[in-house]
């Protein structure tokens, strides 16, 4: 009963500081998930942030930028407690906590599931729009760019390659994966769209020209996966255009065009 009161007092007084605004002190940001951790470490690092609990993990891109930051659990207690003025997320927040938020006129930006390096300049124009930041997105955007254009191809055939993650899947068509290995230079060879598995049967029997590698950096995950096999291993060897680090995969975010840049040094 007490816990309840007290949380009730907590939602009572985050109401009032919402409508009073944040004008006397400096923008208070939460992110949900680690990809919301990238977000507003790039856009707003100046805030005062709350990230999540992986911040700092491995497999996050802006893991040492994220040191001298608070971490909250994306709870609604958390929430009634930081009382944020933007909350950022990408897949983190349970429905309680942002059918709370709502209510509670605090503003939630969601980042979208982008298929494309057109979804990811959206995803950087909204996040930096709801964070004031238009300038520092406008920035991104520019870096962005820049990376994609010196990895460009010259005007010549396609050659092909196959993503494959040490889990054994593969990326086709409709994917953000697909468009990055399309804009480093190479020709997607597996024409399925969306995710799906690859077998080591069609490795061995038609190893592709070029391998993307992706989560490999990541030994404790899947080591006794498909991709890992010694087959592909070996048709691998003297194949392998780039092996992407976990960082640059899981968020569609600006650095995708980093690993674009990493896959356009491998081209044949």
Same mark, same amino acid.
């Given at each position: 009963m007490n816990r309840a009161w007290g949380l009730a007092a907590a939602v009572a007084a985050m109401a009032v500081a919402v409508a009073q605004g944040a004008q006397a002190r400096p923008l208070r940001v939460m992110a949900l998930d680690q990809c919301a951790d990238q977000y507003v470490l790039a856009l707003a690092?100046?805030? $005062?942030?709350? +990230?999540? !609990?992986?911040?700092?993990? !491995? $497999?996050? @891109?802006?893991?040492? *930028?994220?040191? #001298?930051?608070?971490?909250?659990? !994306?709870?609604?207690?958390?929430?009634?407690?930081?009382?944020?003025? &933007? &909350?950022?997320?990408? @897949? #983190?927040? *349970?429905?309680?906590?942002?059918?709370?938020?709502?209510?509670?006129?605090?503003?939630? &930006?969601?980042?979208?599931?982008?298929?494309?390096? $057109?979804? &990811?300049?959206?995803?950087?124009?909204?996040?930096?729009?709801?964070?004031?930041? /238009?300038?520092?997105?406008?920035?991104?955007?520019?870096?962005?760019?820049?990376? +994609?254009?010196?990895?460009?191809?010259?005007?010549?055939?396609? !050659?092909?390659? /196959?993503?494959l993650t040490s889990g054994g899947f593969t990326s #086709?068509?409709?994917?953000?994966?697909?468009?990055?290995?399309?804009?480093?230079?190479f020709r997607n060879l597996t024409a399925a769209p969306g995710f799906g598995a690859i077998?080591?049967?069609?490795?061995?029997?038609?190893?592709p020209i070029r391998f993307v590698l992706g989560f490999f950096d990541q030994l404790r995950? $899947? @080591?006794?996966g498909p991709g890992r096999h010694p087959v592909v291993r070996s048709a691998a060897q003297g194949r392998t255009a780039a092996k992407l680090p976990a960082a640059v995969l899981t968020c569609p975010a600006w650095f995708a065009a980093? #690993?674009?840049e990493m896959m356009a040094r491998g081209r044949p």
């Open positions: 690092p100046d805030a $005062d942030l709350a +990230l999540s !609990p992986r911040a700092d993990d !491995p $497999d996050a @891109w802006l893991r040492r *930028e994220a040191a #001298g930051h608070r971490r909250l659990r !994306p709870t609604l207690e958390a929430a009634v407690g930081f009382r944020p003025d &933007v &909350v950022v997320r990408y @897949w #983190g927040g *349970e429905p309680r906590l942002l059918n709370f938020l709502q209510t509670q006129g605090v503003t939630v &930006v969601t980042i979208a599931d982008a298929t494309d390096m $057109d979804g &990811v300049r959206a995803n950087i124009r909204t996040a930096a729009r709801e964070l004031g930041q /238009v300038e520092r997105g406008a920035r991104l955007e520019r870096a962005m760019q820049a990376k +994609l254009d010196r990895a460009a191809a010259p005007d010549r055939p396609r !050659p092909g390659a /196959v993503y #086709g068509p409709g994917t953000l994966m697909d468009a990055m290995i399309r804009a480093a230079g077998s080591v049967e069609r490795i061995a029997m038609e190893p995950a $899947d @080591w006794r980093d #690993g674009v």
